[in-house]
Nanobody, 125 residues
């Protein structure tokens, strides 16, 4: 199984970025997909998750209204559109795949089965 994340970069505060994560080696529509981030010295933090069919998404308050997760099951790809970026959004962003049978999307990194390599997002003030 491989998850390949891309799209990170350096952006000014208030700007936007779109991250992509393409999966291979798994049946993509069997997995809840999530995005997490990790800043230096901090634990991996939940950013967004999307249901298998793409009809339901979950966000923490820190990004709600600014970030949008979506998926294209035909392309085995999940996206994270990040708008109104803030310096505190600076982190390495990871995509994860969760083979859960639960209907509630999980927000703990420990529950995810597979991870991508991460992509750096830096927001300057």
């Amino acid at each position: 199984v491989q998850l390949q994340a891309s799209g990170g970069g350096l952006v000014q505060a208030g700007g936007s970025l779109r991250l992509s994560c393409t999966a291979s080696g798994l049946t993509f529509n069997h997995y809840v997909m999530g995005w997490f981030r990790q800043a230096p010295g901090k634990e991996r933090e939940f950013v967004a998750a999307i249901s298998r069919g793409g009809g339901t998404a979950s966000y923490p308050d820190a990004v709600k209204g600014r970030f949008i997760i979506s998926r294209d099951n035909a392309k085995n790809t999940v996206y994270l559109q990040m708008n109104s970026l803030k310096p505190e959004d600076t982190a390495i962003y990871y995509c994860g795949a969760d083979r859960t049978i639960m209907t509630v999307m999980r927000t703990s990194a420990a529950d995810y089965d597979y991870w991508g390599q991460g992509t750096q997002v830096t927001v300057s003030s």
